[in-house]
């Protein structure tokens, strides 16, 4: 029978995720016990064994796949998987009594694999650093994508793997076989990650840090930065250093992790024009120089930075983070609405809504769906103009020339269109909580972009509603749509059945 | 004698008076760090006065150094000399109270010296109360729900193997 078939296969990837998941949970385990921190590492044990039996007993209800998955079954397992890592990922923290509530551990959880970057907890410079682990394990996991990790273990050679991938709004093919992509994505993503740390480590020391925390930050924000997450150690994220070669070496480190995965692959396999002719690449390139340029004018404008050098280190930096979608500040949060200036907030939203590039680490409509809908715009204009029986052909790039079309263009304007409701609907639900119109539109447009710079409005009092919300909203924003209302679908036709 | 000590008295009156001095005139100072973060403009290059704890990193960089210091309601960077820093013996993290401090300095809410940066440019640095080791005992319970899942999953492993050979999977 069908409908058993499709309830054994979801039992039977859950089950696996949720093993690996729990697997995952070593990492911080082991950081508490080198580090001492024994209610810790009984957190994680404990957390460990909740999964281990949930995961088992998905197991033992369906110990083997059945058949070839259908793509919408695909989706359902993506949407599932992360709704289940995000209530399951939340009991370390539950445990760990830095968070109010369980709703605010889901926030949080949601926040680091949707690689948002805010965050509820209380105390911050006070938590274990086995805490610290899981969170940004859960970032880095999150821009790597959960299910890419859970193809290259545990799904080797399945059948119908690629509907799975495609679900976690992934469709890059560096390499025929997506397992071996999604090993080739990991091994980007490691290699960055190790990189990183050696060089925030030794800048961390330079700047004056012990050498454990060097090395611990030099970790965490480089798996931020690459992720794109926006987590950070301490309260006040990187403006805590103090330092011009810090901001600088996480700059471009968020950057990197900002752009497309074929691109990298392009680039490290030899192929080094396609930075230049990439659409992404190119957009990406216009949309920021074109939004910053105008961020700068106006701060230099109000006299609000009166230093070229304070200038690059608050608002070119601030601007990059929210269009990269990283969410890494140098200024505080209440500064954006009291000193930034309505030029400067209208420049930042739209970074933040605009996002990085598809298929890489960042959040947001992404550069080639802008890139395709002024193309699609301008390719409309020139048949407009053109003579009657003319065809105007328009082509892009993105690894090889491909010629402008409705197939192309058609979704990404839809997706556009659905981040733009989204981002409406969580201002409105916002403002309808006692903020102000532009603090609501400017966290309604981080969360939506899953980019994690605030305007103050994130904290552990705001209300369950609006939390919620935004809960959903990055979980929206980060498997763009598809596999949620797929697994809607799903959820209502069963119903509908019965 | 006596005009001479009264000029002089209201001659030291009028200097301290005066607003921005390193005196330890203070003027309008913030009620914490989130009121401070919260009105930048208003207290921008005023002398203001700040207490909390030493968090973190004890970051000296030369003759000079940051710290960073929370009182509850929010987190702020003080630049100071490397003397000043070293009355500092503990800044806090999970297993460690840090030093509580008074700082008394200006408040820059961009100042151009340092990139842009909010801090507060120490003028003098009190310690006022130590910090040190915080205890976490070990909560027992955790412990006895720890062994009785480790004792369930194992449980559970055992049945899903044999139901694998079984099925011959």
């Known amino acids: 029978m069908k409908y058993s078939a499709n309830l054994l296969n979801m039992a039977h990837y859950l089950g696996k995720i949720i093993l690996l998941f729990s697997a995952l949970m070593l990492i911080p385990l082991i950081t508490s016990v080198f580090f001492l921190e024994w209610n810790t590492v009984f957190d994680f044990l404990n957390s460990m064994g909740i999964l281990g039996i949930v995961g088992t007993i998905l197991l033992l209800y369906s110990p083997q796949s059945i058949g070839q998955l259908s793509w919408k079954l695909g989706m359902v397992i993506v949407a599932l998987s992360w709704l289940t890592a995000m209530m399951l990922g939340a009991l370390p923290y539950y445990f760990s009594g830095f968070w109010l509530s369980y709703l605010d551990c889901t926030f949080d959880v949601m926040s680091g694999l949707t690689t948002t970057g805010l965050s509820l907890v209380q105390d911050m410079e006070h938590i274990p650093y086995g805490i610290n682990m899981w969170r940004f394990i859960l970032t880095w996991l999150g821009g790597q994508g959960m299910i890419v990790l859970a193809l290259v273990f545990l799904m080797r050679g399945l059948p119908g793997a690629f509907r799975i991938y495609v679900g976690e709004g992934k469709d890059e093919r560096l390499l025929p076989n997506v397992t071996h992509t999604a090993k080739a994505i990991w091994y980007i993503s490691v290699v960055y990650m190790l990189i990183g740390t050696l060089s925030l480590g030794i800048t961390g020391l330079l700047i004056g840090q012990g050498p454990v925390r060097a090395f611990m930050h030099g970790m965490w924000i480089s798996m931020s930065a690459w992720s794109t997450g926006g987590f950070a150690p301490q309260v006040q994220s990187i403006n805590y250093y103090h330092s011009l070669a810090y901001e600088t070496v996480t700059m471009i480190f968020f950057i990197i992790g900002s752009l497309n995965f074929n691109l990298h692959w392009a680039i490290w396999t030899g192929n080094r024009k396609e930075i230049y002719k990439n659409l992404e690449a190119v957009t990406f390139f216009t949309t920021s120089t074109i939004l910053v340029t105008v961020a700068l004018w106006e701060l230099s404008k109000q006299g609000v930075y009166s230093s070229t050098l304070a200038l690059f280190r608050r608002g070119y930096y601030t601007m990059l983070s929210a269009h990269t979608t990283t969410g890494f500040m140098t200024t505080y949060a209440q500064q954006f609405i009291t000193e930034w200036g309505p030029l400067a907030m209208v420049a930042i939203f739209l970074a933040m809504l605009f996002g990085g590039s598809a298929s890489s680490t960042a959040g947001g409509f992404k550069a080639v769906r802008i890139g395709l809908a002024f193309k699609a715009v301008l390719h409309d204009v020139k048949q407009l103009l053109a003579p009657e029986r003319a065809i105007v052909v328009d082509r892009f790039h993105m690894g090889k020339d491909i010629k402008v079309e409705d197939r192309f263009t058609r979704p990404a304007l839809t997706i556009i269109f659905l981040y733009f409701i989204l981002w409406s609907i969580t201002s409105l639900v916002t403002s309808a909580n006692g903020f102000s119109l532009p603090e609501a539109m400017f966290e309604a447009a981080s969360v939506t972009g899953n980019v994690g710079l605030s305007a103050g409005v994130t904290s552990a009092a705001l209300p369950p509603v609006v939390k919620i919300m935004y809960i959903l909203a990055m979980y929206l924003g980060r498997l763009e749509f598809l596999s949620f209302f797929v697994l809607a679908g799903y959820i209502l036709s069963k119903l509908r059945r019965r | ?169």
């Not at chain 2, 330890?24 to 704890?53: C, F, M, R, W």
């Not at chain 2, 961009?110 to 003028?123: E, L, S, T, W």
């Open chain 2, 1 to 169: 004698m006596k005009h001479f000590l009264v000029i002089l008295t209201m001659l030291v009156v009028q200097i301290t008076l005066l607003p921005g001095t390193a005196f330890g005139t203070v003027s309008d100072t913030p009620a914490n760090i989130n009121e401070l973060v919260s009105d930048t403009v208003k207290y921008d290059q005023h002398v203001i006065k700040i207490s909390g704890e030493v968090i973190g990193d004890k970051m000296v960089r030369g003759e000079t150094g940051w710290i960073n210091i929370n009182d509850g309601t929010n987190t702020i960077g003080v630049f100071a000399t490397k003397k000043q820093l070293n009355l500092i013996n503990f800044a806090g993290d999970y297993s460690t109270k840090g030093d509580t401090v008074n700082v008394e300095g200006i408040f820059y809410k961009a100042d151009p010296k340092m990139g842009g940066d909010i801090y507060i440019k120490a003028n003098r640095l009190v310690i006022v109360k130590e910090g040190g080791e915080i205890e976490h005992p070990l909560n027992r319970a955790k412990f006895l729900y720890a062994a009785i899942l480790v004792i369930l999953n194992i449980l559970l492993t055992i049945c899903y193997i044999s139901k694998r050979r079984i099925l011959k999977i």
